[in-house]
């Protein structure tokens, strides 16, 4: 079984950049599709992106297209969100999360999740 811890969150101001990092345990890493969601308080927890185990593929949210990109490593057991021109509105708990189905976007597909990292965005 695979665990998840991400990394990377904090305070920066709008327009502003964050990487997030999710780093797993475990050998099957590169068997699962990855994804990365968010949660503000009070709110359900929304998709923001996914790649597939390969990483030739990706798919996001529209609200993060454009300035958003996930990435990952397998040789390190690790995935990445990069995040620009970031908004108030992305201030939120993000999580990174592991699915067998591919390019899935909702919070049932996903077998695997970590502890979140929150990102708050000043304006």
């Known amino acids: 079984q695979v665990q998840l811890l991400e990394s990377g969150g904090g305070l920066v101001q709008a327009g502003g950049s964050l990487r997030l990092s999710c780093a797993a345990s475990?050998?099957?890493?590169?068997?699962?599709?990855m994804g990365w969601f968010r949660q503000a308080p009070g709110k359900e927890r929304d998709f923001v992106a996914t790649?597939?185990?390969?990483?030739?593929?990706?798919y996001y949210a529209d609200s993060v297209k454009g300035r958003f990109t996930i990435s990952r490593d397998n040789a390190k057991n690790t995935v990445y969100l990069q995040m620009n021109s970031l908004k108030p509105e992305d201030t939120a708990l993000y999580y990174c999360?592991?699915?067998?189905?591919?390019?899935?976007?909702?919070?049932?597909?996903?077998?695997?999740w970590g502890q979140g990292t929150q990102v708050t965005v000043s304006s």
């Open positions: 790649i597939r185990p390969s990483g030739s593929s990706t």
């Open positions: 999360a592991g699915a067998r189905r591919l390019l899935a976007t909702t919070t049932s597909d996903y077998e695997v």
């Open positions: 475990g050998r099957t890493f590169s068997s699962y599709a």
